[in-house]
């Protein structure tokens, strides 16, 4: 009998399930489900074909593999929750029959998830756990800034909080952040964690405003929550481990006070206030990072590819460590403080702010040993010559560009450079005119180290300064002077031998006619090549640089043949590639449309700068003349 292959039953039919399809196979609710997915890392799949892998239908449905979905069935959390489904009908039956000792009960009985072995499943290795630091200290950034809710907890805003504190006092005690950046979304840092580079956005400091979930579905992003603290867990207790720091630490302002969380501004100074403290080591140290020196490289640098670049990028990273080293920096109370201590804590610098309105200062405002006061406003009654005000943006690009920017530009009052970001420069099509222009500065201080005189070797041959360039006149002239000459001294030395037989006569006459012949002989081909020789002189001669003629392209001929190109390029790819070749070109169709419209909106930006400045000289030249 012959088997019968039926319809939908093998192949990209059966290796997909429909969202409805995988709830049922896991007997789990729409809520649980995506926690569930979510702690697994499980989410939907695109299919190669949608008709068949939905049997059919062409309604866009979330589909799940088949594999995923049966890796889901040995999880021993899909038990825990089913327990829960069944708690909590438990709960509302005790509560509607006013049983209240029984409600407590099965409340204190609740289960709870234990997401150690997940963490431990979806990160084999450390260094795979870092690679996903990046979403998990945005979450928690932002985590920390919530207020209790009935979605958010207090227990998880007061571990976002903690952990976010421990990572932040990681970064500094390893002096591993290299760039910062301000934008309106928040403060953006980037660390060097083990080889591995880690991006993260804290939010600006701003008042809580409630929404009702039309924005943002908070129940899906509590599961994340509960997933990235445990992460964060494991993380902080490895990172603290490896540079020799006890963890947990212990800080001397409390973080998880009653008060503390009742009072949002009071745990914002503590918080800040802890940045401000040295961490307890496990070797007794006094949390001081070790100076690292470089070894020289006794080999050629031929052996190795790239190792003055290798060279060049280890000692400017060490300057960036150190690089507020010995500087001591007063923050004022408009300035905002923590990102600024967590930067300057960081490369090695020392700060404070005012003791009567904040907790946590070092020294006080009138000590003489500060270096830079961070103010933010238009003027200070009261100014000390012994150190320097700056705006709190010198910080940031000092950093972004490695090195302690001169001051004058950053003073009280002053109209502040562009903040460029360190993140876009070599990767974006659009560069703003500012940031060519500081390439262009860097290129020129290059270009003049380039172009300075080389030292001479003693093995490569250079013409003398005595040597000139002669004509080929001038040069046959000479040639034919060192034959004659040549020539004569022949004849007075045989002159001189004093042989007077007839013999000795007859066959030195022989002689002298066969030298006659080979002189005459050289002397033509000597005017041979100086004839040539001036023939490719007139021609060189001949040669000269004419005016050019301007070609106008047409620009709709261009265009067409630009079409034509991509056409012929389109038909040469192979058919299973040319979904990835469209994509491609529409790909790079949007990022030309983003260039063009970033240039016209700083075009736009420069024209009402430009009808501003002219409108303002008009009014200074009508009250000068009034």
Request: overall charge neutral; aromatic content about 8%.
């Amino acid at each position: 009998m012959v088997k019968r292959n039926h319809k939908f039953k093998s192949g990209e039919g059966a290796m997909y399930y429909t969202r409805k399809a995988a709830m049922n196979k896991l007997q789990l609710n729409i809520r649980d489900f995506r926690q569930l997915c979510i702690l697994k890392g499980v989410y939907p799949r695109e299919p190669k074909h949608r008709a068949r892998a939905q049997h059919g239908s062409r309604e866009m449905k979330i589909l799940y593999h088949k594999k995923d979905i049966t890796f889901l069935l040995h999880e021993p959390i899909v038990w825990t929750l089913r327990d829960r489904k069944i708690f909590n009908r438990r709960i509302k039956h005790a509560a509607a029959k006013q049983n209240m000792n029984l409600r407590d009960i099965r409340l204190h009985n609740y289960p709870q998830l234990k997401l150690d072995h997940i963490v431990k499943e979806r990160y084999p290795s450390f260094i795979d756990a870092i690679k996903e630091l990046d979403d998990c200290m945005t979450l928690l950034f932002t985590f920390s800034t919530f207020p209790a809710t009935k979605i958010i907890t207090r227990e998880l805003t007061r571990m976002s909080r903690r952990l976010t504190v421990e990572f932040m006092h990681y970064i500094i005690a390893a002096q591993a952040l290299r760039k910062v950046f301000i934008s309106i979304k928040g403060y953006y840092f980037q660390a060097e964690i083990k080889g591995e580079t880690v991006t993260w956005i804290v939010p600006h400091c701003l008042p809580y405003s409630p929404h009702h979930g039309e924005l943002v579905d908070l129940t899906i992003m509590k599961s994340f929550g509960d997933f990235f603290t445990v992460m964060a867990g494991f993380i902080n207790y490895r990172l603290y481990h490896s540079i020799n720091l006890i963890y947990p630490p212990q800080f001397s302002h409390s973080l998880d006070s009653d008060d503390t969380m009742e009072n949002e501004h009071k745990f914002i100074s503590e918080r800040v206030a802890t940045l401000n403290d040295e961490l307890l080591r496990t070797d007794g140290g006094n949390g001081d990072a070790e100076e690292t020196e470089l070894l020289e490289w006794t080999g050629n640098d031929e052996d190795l590819p790239h190792v003055t670049q290798i060279r060049e990028e280890a000692q400017s990273l060490n300057k960036l460590k150190t690089l507020f080293k010995g500087l001591k920096f007063f923050l004022n109370r408009e300035v905002p403080r923590e990102p600024l201590t967590f930067i300057i804590r960081c490369f090695g610098g020392k700060v404070s702010w005012d003791s009567t309105m904040f907790v946590g200062s070092t020294f006080e405002e009138s000590d003489e040993t500060i270096t830079h006061q961070i103010v933010d406003r238009p003027s200070m009654d009261k100014q000390h010559i012994s150190r320097d005000y700056v705006q709190p943006q010198w910080v940031f690009d000092s950093v972004n560009q490695r090195r302690l920017l001169p001051t004058n530009k950053y003073f009280i009052g002053a109209v502040l450079p562009p903040h460029l970001s360190p993140f876009t420069s070599g990767k974006t099509r659009y560069v703003p005119p500012e940031e060519l222009a500081m390439r262009k500065g860097e290129q020129g201080e290059e270009d003049d180290e380039m172009f300075e005189p080389a030292e001479t070797n003693d093995d490569q041959e250079h013409i003398s300064d005595d040597e000139e360039v002669l004509d080929p006149e001038e040069e046959q002239q000479q040639q034919e002077y060192a034959l004659m000459k040549a020539y004569n001294d022949e004849r007075t030395d045989e002159f001189n031998s004093g042989k007077d037989d007839e013999n000795g006569t007859n066959e030195q006459e022989t002689s002298e006619e066969k030298q006659k012949q080979n002189v005459q002989e050289k002397l033509a081909q000597i005017k041979q090549r100086a004839e040539l020789a001036k023939q490719q002189a007139k021609k060189s001669k001949g040669m000269a640089v004419r005016p050019g003629k301007v070609y106008k392209e047409h620009e709709q001929e261009q265009r067409s043949l630009t079409k034509n190109e991509e056409s012929l390029r389109a038909r040469m790819v192979k058919s299973k590639h040319r979904k990835l070749y469209s994509k491609m070109i529409g790909r790079q169709k949007q990022l030309d449309k983003e260039v063009n419209l970033l240039a016209e909106k700083r075009a736009r930006i420069d024209e009402q700068k430009k009808a501003e400045h002219t409108d303002k000289q008009k009014k200074q030249r009508k009250q000068i003349l009034s």
